[in-house]
C-alpha cells in the first residue's frame, strides 16, 4: 500500500527538504520516496528544490553537516542509492544548463560566489567595472530586476530578489537596503549576519527570509532560530524561532511578533531559459564535425576540415569555420534576452590567429557580435558588436571593438545581449556570474539564428563547450 503524502503543504515541503539535507530517518525516506514514484507533481517539486540546491551550491555537491548524516547501514545505504536513481535519471534535461562543465563549488579566492538570473537589470555603485568580474566585499548592487544568488565563503546560502540594494560586506555579513531575501547558514557559519536600516538579525543556525522596504522590516524563520537586534531605541533582543515572523513599522519603537509563512519562495525565482543550440565535446570520440550533430541544433562546415580531437575542436592552425544553427531562429520581435557562454581551451596558452579566430552570433550571413582575438599581435580578447550593418570583407574599418584586457586560451565567457534595449554585457564564467567585464550598446531588436565557431591562419583557438539560450526579458 502506499503512503500518503501529507495535504499540508508545509509539511509535505519540509519533509522534501529533511531528505535534501539527510535528516530523514531510513523508513521517513523509504515513504517520501514512494511518494515521489506514486505523484509526478511531488517528484516536480522534489527536483525543483534539488536544481535550486545544486544552483546555491554553485553547481556541485557538497558534504552534508556531521549532526545530518545518517546512520552507515546496508538498509540506509540502499534507500539513499534508490533515492540518488530517481533524481540523476530526471533532472538529467536540467543539468547541462546549470552546471556548466568545470563548474567548482569555490574558487579559492575567499571573494562570494555571485549568479544573478539570465533576464536580470542590475548595476553597482561602482565608478569602473573591474577587469577580473569580481564582486569585492563592500560593494554596492542595485538590482531593478531578477534575481541573485549568493554563496559567501563562510557557506552562506542567498537568494535575493529584485527591486533590491544590497553589499556583501564580509565573509558571513550581508547588507540590504531594500527588498527580500532567503538566506540558509550552516552550523559552521552561525552568527552570519543580516543588516537591515533599523535592525540586524543574528543567526543561530537556520534559515530565514526578510523583507524590508521604507515601511516595514520583517524577518521570517523556517527552521531554527534567529537574534533580531534593533539599532535604536529601547526595544529588546528578541529570539525567533521556527513559524515566527517579526515585523516593526518604520520609525516605530515597537515590534509585532506574529505566526507567518515565509516571505519569500527561492524556487519562484528559477529561470528556465530555452536552450536553441548546445554543443558538449568532453566525452566524444575522435571524429570529423561532418560526422557529428551537436546536442541541440545542427552543424555546417563552412571551410576546411574541423575536427574533434581530444574532447575538443581541433585547432590546426589553418581557415576553419563551422556554423551551428539553432533548433529555430530567435526572431527580432520576441522582447528576449539571449545569451552564449562557451568554454575556450586552445592548446595553446595564449591563443592567436593571423585572420581572427572566436566565436560569432549570426543572423542568416550577417554577423552580429563577434568574441575572440583582436586580429593583432597582442593576443587578448576582444567583442566587436556589428549590429545590422555588419562589416564584410573587403568594405573597410570594422565596428568598434570592446577590449576585454584578458589574455589566456582556458577562459569562459557568457555574452548576454538584449532585444529591447540593444545593450550587451560579457561576462567571465558561465552564466550571469559576478560583475561585467564589458557593457555596451548596440541596434536592439537584432535576429539570431546561428553561432559560428572560426579559427585563422595560424590561430588555435579551440573549445569544449558551447551554449545558446534565450529568455523573455521581464524588465519594463
Known sequence: ???????????????????IEGSLTAEEAQEVQAWMKSDPEILSLYLEKMRMESLLRDHAWPARPKAAR??????????????????????????????????????GSGLP???????SVFDTTLARLPDDGRLQFGDGVIMNDGSVS???????????????????????????????????????AKGFTVDLPEMEVVDLGTVFTVSVDEEEHQVQVEQGLV???????????????????????????????????????????????????????AAVPDQPFTERQPLKGTWTVLEGDPQIS???????????????????????????????SFKSASPMSLFHSKGFAGVSLF??????????????????????????????????QKKPAYNLAIQGSEETFTLRYRQRTGTFEVFRGWGVQGLPVVRGMTDPGLRFDGVRVANGQGGDFSFEELQVSVIKDTAE
Open 150 to 188: 549568493i554563496r559567501l565563503p563562510s557557506g552562506v546560502e542567498a537568494v535575493l530578489k529584485s527591486p533590491s540594494r544590497f553589499a556583501i560586506t564580509g565573509a558571513n555579513r550581508l547588507k540590504l537596503d531594500h527588498g527580500a531575501g532567503w538566506f540558509r547558514v550552516p552550523p559552521a
Open 227 to 281: 537574534e533580531v537586534r534593533q539599532r535604536l531605541g529601547e526595544i529588546p533582543v528578541r529570539q525567533l524561532k521556527a513559524g515566527e515572523k517579526l515585523m516593526r513599522r518604520a520609525n516605530q519603537q515597537t515590534v509585532q511578533v506574529v505566526s507567518g509563512t515565509s516571505l519569500m519562495d527561492p524556487l519562484a525565482m528559477m529561470e528556465k531559459p530555452e536552450i536553441v543550440f548546445q554543443e558538449s565535446l
Open 113 to 119: 560566489s555571485v549568479q544573478f538570473s539570465a533576464a
Open 363 to 396: 543572423d542568416g550571413d550577417g554577423e552580429m557580435f563577434f568574441l575572440g582575438d583582436k586580429y593583432t599581435d597582442s593576443y587578448s580578447w576582444e567583442l566587436v558588436a556589428y549590429g545590422r550593418n555588419f562589416w564584410r570583407p573587403g568594405e573597410g
Open 70 to 107: 545518517w546512520r552507515t547501514n546496508a538498509r540506509q545505504a540502499l534507500v539513499w542509492a534508490a533515492a540518488a536513481v530517481i533524481l540523476l535519471s530526471a533532472i538529467g534535461l536540467f543539468w547541462r544548463y546549470d552546471s556548466p562543465p568545470g563548474s567548482a563549488l569555490a574558487d
Open 1 to 19: 500500500m502506499i503512503p500518503t503524502p501529507p495535504e499540508d503543504p508545509f509539511k509535505l515541503n519540509r519533509r522534501l527538504d529533511r531528505l
Open 310 to 340: 581530444k574532447g575538443r575542436f581541433a585547432a590546426k592552425s589553418s581557415f576553419t569555420h563551422l556554423m551551428g544553427r539553432f533548433t529555430r531562429p530567435i526572431e527580432s520581435s520576441e522582447n528576449a534576452v539571449i545569451m552564449v
